[in-house]
């Protein structure tokens, strides 16, 4: 296998994400949201909300999941005032797993884009009569959802700690930010949901035959880090450390398995007669 053959897949889709401005904008307003809006609500508005913050830390639904912490998330919080304590808690805490919409949102767009988006532009069969190998073709096809996926997320994640420390560096003066569990979520986690996200996603975009289709479809696995958010918020399964690395062994175990299905799967032939 020729992996120059499939870097230039993958710059090709590059080029024509850039030119689609009605899918490339969204993705980009989206991590906006998460990174600079988020973090300003938890540090500079609601603090500045008469009540806000003992509503937040003296909520019975908080106290209960503060009870229910881990010992080595629990003991990150002793020390902390109120107002510490509640922008620890929801932007250090609650909000970790919402930050993996990021990765899975770019991930899933690009990669739906790799077969229907060429399906629907008509430029399938040009594609496939290249000199390459199937291989060559479906790998590039990943790595064209994939590096840009785990670049943006690992910027989205330096931005967003530049915030989380600066903002309120006069409520807690100090920097605070990442804790532990970050370093997990970003680089174990992140990279193996992008990985399978974007396996599947090209497997289904493979069949489908429109880019809403394949999207909508393979959309799906946001559903993975809407269980994890729900799971935390009540109190039922916290994103620890531990959790954290169980958690990206399970999904590169997942992407393998997919990726291994969608590269023995894959047939130029079959997408010509589809």
């Known amino acids: 296998m020729n992996l120059k053959h499939s870097f230039t897949i993958a710059q090709k889709d590059w080029l024509e994400v850039r030119q689609n401005k009605s899918t490339f904008i969204p ?24 009540g806000g913050v003992e509503d937040f830390t003296t909520d019975p639904d908080m106290q209960n999941l503060f009870a229910a912490m881990p010992f080595e998330m629990k003991s990150v919080l002793n020390g902390l005032d109120s107002t510490q304590t509640m922008i620890v808690v929801a932007l250090g805490y609650m909000f970790a797993p919402m930050f993996l919409i990021i990765p899975l ?27 390459i ?47 532990p569990v970050w370093w997990l979520l970003i680089f174990w986690v992140s990279p193996a949901l992008i990985a399978m996200s974007i396996s599947l996603t090209v497997l289904i975009s493979t069949k489908a035959q429109t880019f809403q289709g394949a999207y909508q479809t393979s959309s799906a696995v946001v559903l993975v880090v809407v269980v994890l958010f729900i799971g935390q ?8 450390p531990v959790v954290a690395l169980i958690m990206g062994l399970i999904l590169w175990g997942i992407a393998a398995v997919i990726g291994r299905i969608g590269v023995r799967s894959f047939s130029r032939q079959k997408l010509l007669t589809d």
């Open 27 to 50: 993705i980009l307003i989206v991590p906006l949201f998460f990174i600079v809006l988020i973090p300003l609500l938890f540090t500079l508005v609601i603090p500045n909300v008469a």
């Open 105 to 131: 949102m770019f991930s899933s767009t690009i990669a739906a884009e790799s077969f229907a988006g060429e399906k629907e532009r008509k430029t399938m069969e040009a594609l496939l009569y290249l000199p």
């Open 133 to 179: 190998s199937d291989q060559e073709l479906f790998i590039g096809k990943v790595m064209a959802a994939g590096i840009p996926a785990i670049l943006i997320t690992w910027i989205c994640f330096f931005l967003y700690t530049i915030i989380v420390n600066v903002v309120p560096y006069t409520i807690f003066g100090r920097f605070w930010f990442p804790l």
């Open 233 to 240: 918020l009540t109190g039922v399964l916290f994103l620890s």
